[in-house]
């Protein structure tokens, strides 16, 4: 099939930013139709385009694909951003990649905490990624002295680590101080043309959803 991919989600991050991360570094022009209210959720559930009746769907190369992971294992895979052969995939990209996810997934719910649970929620997020999963990278890097996680070329591991690194600033701006490896990754990371232009004001990324955006996906999903 020709044509770009379409991405059918909410005009906010959730669980599609990553996916248009990949594609935008991987070059890929995507198209969005946004859902704006519960009806059109409703409609896309009952017309059978939604396995388990959940976006994220990509409809891309003829298929409407759903899961987060697997629309990304996909794209990465036809990109060759999951690392040069099986070892380099199984031993280092997936291992990377989930660790990433478990981070991505704190920082993405930060937003949807309740008032009560904000406090502990920030305190809980900012640990995992202070002392457990930025530490692991920065050793990475360390190890390895090379300018990428995996082999020597981009990975979705990259990309991946990147946007995190990028949301917890939003909350922490300081939160690289302690890793040096860290703030050249980012640096190196953004100056990619394809990062780059994702990175500029206008394009297809995010912004991290304020107070009106939570009560209009709120009403839409919950
Ligand atoms: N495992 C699935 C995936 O990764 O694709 C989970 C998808 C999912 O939870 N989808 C939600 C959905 O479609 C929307 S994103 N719900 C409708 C239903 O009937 O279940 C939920 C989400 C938001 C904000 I909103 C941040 C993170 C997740």
């Avoid at 990377?96 to 949807?112: A, P, R, S, Y």
């Avoid at 929620?121 to 202070?130: L, P, R, T």
């Avoid at 300081?174 to 703030?183: E, R, V």
Wanted: hydrophobic share 40%; charged share 25%.
């Amino acid at each position: 099939m020709s044509g770009k991919p379409k991405l059918h989600y909410f005009n906010g991050r959730g669980r599609m930013e990553p996916i248009r991360w990949l594609l935008a570094a991987a070059g890929v022009e995507f198209d969005e139709c946004f859902i704006e209210k519960k009806e059109d959720l409703t409609k896309l559930q009952n017309d059978g385009s939604l396995l388990f009746q959940q976006v994220p769907m990509v409809e891309i190369d003829g298929m409407k694909l759903v899961q987060t992971r697997a629309i990304m294992n996909y794209i990465a895979t036809k990109y060759n951003l999951c690392g040069k052969d099986l070892k380099e995939r199984a031993l280092y990209c997936n291992k990377f990649v989930e660790g990433l996810f478990d981070l991505n997934e704190l920082l993405l719910m930060h937003v949807l905490q309740p008032a009560d649970q904000k406090e502990q929620h920030f305190a809980n997020m900012m640990d995992k990624a202070e002392n457990r999963h930025f530490p692991v990278f920065e050793k990475v890097l360390k190890d390895h002295g090379k300018d990428f996680l995996v082999g020597n070329q981009l990975s979705r591991a990259d990309v991946q680590l990147l946007e995190v690194i990028l949301m917890a600033e939003e909350y922490k701006p300081d939160i690289l101080a302690k890793f040096p490896l860290l703030q050249s990754f980012k640096a190196r990371m953004s100056a990619i043309p394809n990062i780059k232009k994702f990175l500029q004001p206008g394009s297809q990324r995010k912004p991290l959803a304020d107070k009106n955006a939570v009560a209009k996906v709120m009403k839409i999903f919950y």
